[in-house]
């Protein structure tokens, strides 16, 4: 069943307004329940004869809120676990995006399907993995959750922790037997974002998990060439790193991309200069060259890369 969120809240039934009554008062009276949660339940007290559908949306709001009581009887007046918003999102979902372990629990416990997908393919344990949800994804792989299924687009709960270089989801994810080696539909994995964003901890328990710092992936991109050309939110010194602990790991110095191009000629061409040092260092051969015959001096971004390859 599909519900639409922009439909107001126009009421709960009289015989669940009333019986939400009470636990009002008593959510003012306790500092665990949350002004949200009260709002919500005075929002359902003055109640038109209810709808299957409005039930539907309110235990939407409640998983959203965290508001369990009044989930609880939502719940028990007929509102589905199994009905999604217009995006395909269940409850259990909305619950995941705002980080409501015991929503998710309560969810789970009265049916909710623990890798319910919405319209992206994303399931409860993507959201909360994409939103920094570490208890919340505990508590779904504890219950179950595949870890190995990704959205429409190929991105897995790993891949987004990866870049959002969460070291704990990532560790948890991969001890419920997430496959580190999954692509997504660009053919990039979990270790390419981690290393383009300078993450060296996600890196190397990728690492440990048996990536091999040797693979080639999309347009025979290296994490190694990733980490050289890293995001320009990753810091200097997590992107030299990251480059050592791949090299350490024995990544190909001079292995090159579909177009001809190495980790020092990528670093060169996107202006990094100490990342241009520290592979010149470690042995990168400046004396090779592209597809279209360009060397690295061709390719250097700026006049302090040109000088620090010169000074070589």
Known sequence: MIFALSRPLTG????????????????????????????LADSMKHAKPDTQLQLNIALFAAA???????????????????????????????????????????LLAHGA?????????????YIAANRDRTAVVHGLLAKGADPNLARNNGL????AAAYNGNDAIVADLLAHHANPNTPDNTEKTAILYAAAKGFTTVVQRLLNA????KAQYGNQLTALMWAAGYADGAGLDDAQSVAKLLLDHGALIDAADNRGRTALMIAA???????????????????????????????AASAAVKQRLLAH
């Not at 009333?18 to 008062?25: D, Y």
């Not at 890798?115 to 992206?120: L, P, S």
């Not at 048996?210 to 710092?213: I, Y």
Request: glycine share 10%.
């Open 12 to 39: 709960i039934s009289l015989l669940l307004g009333a019986a939400l009554m009470p636990s009002v008062g008593a959510a003012r009276s306790t500092a665990a329940a949350s002004k949200a949660c009260v709002a």
């Open 64 to 106: 959203g809120k965290g508001c369990v009581p009044v989930a609880q009887r939502l719940l028990a007046a007929g509102a589905s676990v199994e009905a999604a918003n217009r995006f395909g999102t269940t409850a259990l979902g909305e619950a995941a995006r705002n980080d409501r372990l015991a929503m998710v629990d309560l």
């Open 113 to 125: 399907q623990v890798n319910a997908r919405n319209v992206g393919g994303a399931t409860p344990l």
């Open 156 to 159: 897995t709960p790993l891949i």
């Open 210 to 213: 048996g990536v091999d710092a």
């Open 269 to 299: 061409e996107t202006g990094h200069v100490e990342m241009v040092d520290l592979l010149i260092k470690r042995g990168a051969n400046r004396n090779l060259r592209d597809k279209q015959g360009k060397s690295v001096l061709d390719l």
